[in-house]
């Protein structure tokens, strides 16, 4: 056991003191996750969503609907997510567009509140004015935040229609049964509809009680998914880069040395391969106090997390163990390496979230120490305790069991650690 | 001329010499494409959110929500037994869970006592986009019985009913009388995209392929300095030294093999696009090859500058990928450079990438021709300029 440790921190000891697998262990994933930080506004107070998105309006109507929707995009509410600028001519506005400098421009157009309020020639049964459309002019290469104005618009429409048919009803029912004299509905109705608009209810006649799956309210922390992501990513780096060490050893001649010595061959490659366990865990750890420490990011129970980091980085060991049992030279464990990194990472939901990819590639990815290891993060990044892990800790557990068994079969076959 | 190109061909085989560059050449980045351009899918793919609904009431009411539902462009409503559905949910196998309770009918909502039940993942972006889309739903089937009870409460200030009967005689009148104005009612609202010059539609799957196509190529461009570094450490530069050969001339060979090296990836790259994506990259072969070539050098000059820093191949290779995915995540390759904070948007300018991704996009999304790609490109050769002069002036053979 000695001997096994001794190969180990050795390794561990070699993989901190070369800068430039640093670069990939530690500085790479800590940059990115702080680019993430800053792209997604999570260092600037932002909630990780989109804000600030600038909106040019052109209200040609000018009268009470019209008024109503440009106060929409005034109002507190959106004060965040939207940057507004008013302007008066529409053509100036869809330039804006065109020239991408806003993401979306809204044109109310003149006689849009007069052809909702109804007249009493409707009630009377008459035809209805002309629909007139409040135009959504929207940038093609800003589709989701154009998505957002429309969202924004198609909400106050539904309201304002909602309203015009509540009126309706309730006029031309009174008409019909005698209650109301059809000269007076016009009057009525706008009567009624200032009465809504100061006490307009509860809104929706059907409750929605919403609540999270831990019972807490939805605030999204982007890093609380990306740190992880990014870490586990570059965890495939390290073990390969580990396993690339023995060839390399091998290559060198100092491997036959240690062959030679009193040491058997299970001790040397389980030396190595504890050398490897060693540097991935210290990664993991180094990267999550980082991220504590800097951004303040919360892992969740302390206990899961470690158990959830070993498991990990033994599932990523036999990853890195097998590819160094196929590779024939130390660049060839080098390359694979860094591809799978890059497979694993995609394929892992480092990059984007699983539940966006194809379903196929979901299913694939249940191969990778990266989705399990998410997971489990993002259970205890939940306020889950170790007792909830059984699922990702047997899973990454099993996976490197059976990796590290055919890594075993493949290099008594190719007869690496023969003296 | 000769040297130049003797330089360029001795770095491509150095560069290919291994098999395992093909990986990084083509099929890496084409697997990010594909699988990119997967997770923001397009055409007649559903890329709504999936929405269990475990319906227990199985009312009239309820299947008009789950109706209402079915037609919104934000989720997609997924039917399922309450236990399955929730072990679903608990799995984190889907983002939302709505739940219709038995009692969930007309009469409870005209009492007042409707209510549905929604489960969200914490932590997760697509629960209040689901919010949202429901509670269109509820609107628009709860509108008109809200619009039946005002009609009735009115009514009844005007003239009180005679009896219950009534009252509820005149609720369901005004009930089907609000359903059919609610069937009626025209749109108010209408979209337009933006006047590109030949209306190019907008396809996700397009910044997946100007994205991964910046990324993949910049950070081989940028392992020119793992070039200098190898052969730094073999002592071939030093050799150079007793050639009549200039530096300007070695660096330009260098960059020069490099580049063309990248535009035949990027031209791979692009006919995967245009290929297997659908994608209309080939509307302006003009202005593609200048933003194309222009990206290339402003990459191959930054390479030239680090490896003039960096000492030997490992920190070089390292660097090289690190600055790459830093450079392509914030340039806007990875996710849309309109989801960043405004500040960060104008920050990311100095990025070669972010001008390299806009170029792209004002092709492939904008409908752009080559005077619309020449401000990019502009920049971008500013930037080659600019790293150029000073990796020939920091360049040591030594």
């Known amino acids: 056991m000695t001997k096994l440790l001794l190969i180990g921190l050795k390794d561990l000891k070699l993989a901190f003191r070369d800068r430039a697998a640093l670069i990939l262990m530690l500085l790479a994933p800590f940059l990115l996750t702080l680019g993430l930080g800053f792209v997604t506004g999570r260092f600037s107070g932002g909630s990780g969503g989109i804000s600030e998105i600038p909106v040019v309006i052109v209200n040609l109507d000018g009268e009470q609907l019209g008024d109503a929707l440009v106060d929409v995009f005034k109002s507190d509410d959106l004060s965040e997510l939207v940057t507004l600028t008013e302007a008066d001519d529409p053509e100036a506005a869809r330039r804006l567009i065109d020239e991408d400098e806003a993401a979306a421009a809204i044109l109310i157009p003149e006689g849009f509140t007069q052809s909702i309020m109804p007249s009493a020639e409707q009630f009377a049964g008459g035809n209805a004015a002309d629909p007139v459309k409040i135009e959504v002019y929207a940038n093609p290469s800003r589709p989701t935040s154009a998505g957002i104005v429309k969202a924004i618009v198609d909400e106050f429409a539904s309201r304002v229609e909602e309203g015009r048919i509540t009126g309706m009803t309730a006029v031309t029912q009174m008409i019909v049964t005698g209650r109301l004299a059809p000269q007076d509905a016009e009057a009525a109705g706008q009567a009624m509809g200032e009465r809504l608009a100061e006490s307009p209810g509860t809104g929706l006649g059907i409750a929605l009680n919403t609540n999270t799956a831990s019972g807490e309210t939805n605030d999204f922390d982007v890093l609380a998914y990306m740190a992880p992501g990014m870490a586990l990513m570059f965890l495939m780096f390290t073990t390969s880069y580990g396993g690339r060490s023995l060839l390399a050893e091998r290559s060198q001649g100092t491997l036959p040395r240690l062959l030679v010595s009193p040491t058997s061959t299970a001790q040397v490659l389980g030396g190595k391969v504890m050398g490897i366990f060693f540097t991935g865990a210290a990664q993991l750890f180094i990267l999550i106090g980082a991220s504590t420490l800097f951004f303040q990011l919360k892992w969740g129970d302390p206990l899961g997390v470690i158990a959830l980091v070993l498991a990990a980085v033994f599932a990523a060991t036999g990853w890195g163990m097998l590819i160094t049992a196929i590779a024939r030279t130390p660049a060839q464990v080098g390359n694979l390496g860094s591809a799978i990194m890059l497979i694993f990472g995609i394929m892992g939901g480092s990059f984007i979230q699983l539940e966006a990819l194809p379903e196929v590639v979901q299913w694939f990815s249940k191969i990778t120490p990266n989705a399990w290891g998410l997971d489990g993060f993002t259970t205890l990044a939940l306020g889950n305790s170790l007792a909830h892990l059984g699922r990702p800790l047997l899973a990454l557990t099993i996976m490197g069991a059976v990796l590290f068994t055919i890594a075993v079969i493949v290099f008594n076959r190719k007869g690496i650690m023969q003296k | ?398």
């Not at chain 2, 990084?24 to 594909?34: A, E, G, R």
């Not at chain 2, 039917?79 to 709505?98: I, K, M, T, Y």
């Not at chain 2, 995967?272 to 050098?297: C, H, Q, T």
């Open chain 2, 1 to 398: 001329m000769k040297k130049i190109f003797a330089i360029a061909w001795k770095d491509a085989i150095i560069r290919f010499a291994s098999k395992a560059e093909l990986l990084y050449f083509v099929i890496l980045p084409v697997v990010f494409t594909f699988l990119l351009a997967g997770g923001t899918p397009s055409g007649d793919e559903d890329n709504r959110i999936r929405l269990l609904v475990a319906d227990q009431a199985r009312t009239e009411l309820s299947v008009q929500i789950i109706a209402q539902l079915s037609e919104s462009t934000a989720v997609r409503p997924e039917a399922l037994p309450l236990a399955e559905a929730g072990s679903q949910f608990d799995e984190r196998r889907a983002s939302v869970l709505l739940v219709i309770p038995a009692d969930f009918s007309l009469q409870s909502l005209q009492d007042g006592a409707a209510s549905l039940d929604l489960r969200m993942q914490p932590n997760d972006l697509n629960g209040p986009v689901a919010q949202r889309a429901v509670q269109t739903a509820i609107r628009r089937v709860s509108s008109a019985v809200n619009a039946a009870n005002t009609a009735v409460t009115e009514a009844e200030a005007a003239r009180p009913f005679a009896s219950d009967a009534e009252r509820q005689a005149y609720f369901d009148q005004s009930l089907g009388l609000a359903a059919r104005l609610q069937a009626e009612s025209p749109e108010r609202v209408t979209a337009v995209q933006g006047s590109t010059p030949d209306q190019v539609e907008y396809d996700p799957a397009a910044n997946s392929s100007a994205g991964q196509l910046i990324t993949w190529v910049f950070i081989p461009l940028f392992a020119i300095s793992a070039l200098f570094a190898y052969e730094r450490n073999e002592g071939t530069l030093r050799r150079l030294l007793t050639t009549p050969t200039r530096k300007s001339t070695y660096l330009l060979g260098v960059i020069g093999g490099q580049v063309a090296v990248a535009v035949v990836q990027m031209l791979i790259l692009v006919g995967f696009g245009i290929a297997v994506m659908k994608l209309n990259w080939g509307r302006d072969p003009a202005a593609l090859a200048v933003i194309l070539v222009a990206s290339a050098l402003a990459a191959g000059a930054i390479g030239t500058t680090m490896g003039t820093f960096i000492k030997t191949e490992g920190q070089a290779s390292g660097l090289s990928i690190m600055a790459g995915m830093v450079m392509a995540l914030m340039g806007g390759c990875w996710y849309p450079l309109e989801l960043f904070p405004q500040a960060v948007q104008t920050a990311v300018k100095v990025l070669p990438t972010t001008w390299a991704m806009q170029g792209m996009l004002d092709l492939a999304l904008r409908g752009g021709g080559l005077t619309d790609v020449l401000p990019e490109a502009g920049v971008l050769l500013g930037f080659a300029a600019v790293f150029f002069t000073v990796g020939v002036w920091r360049f040591r053979y030594e």
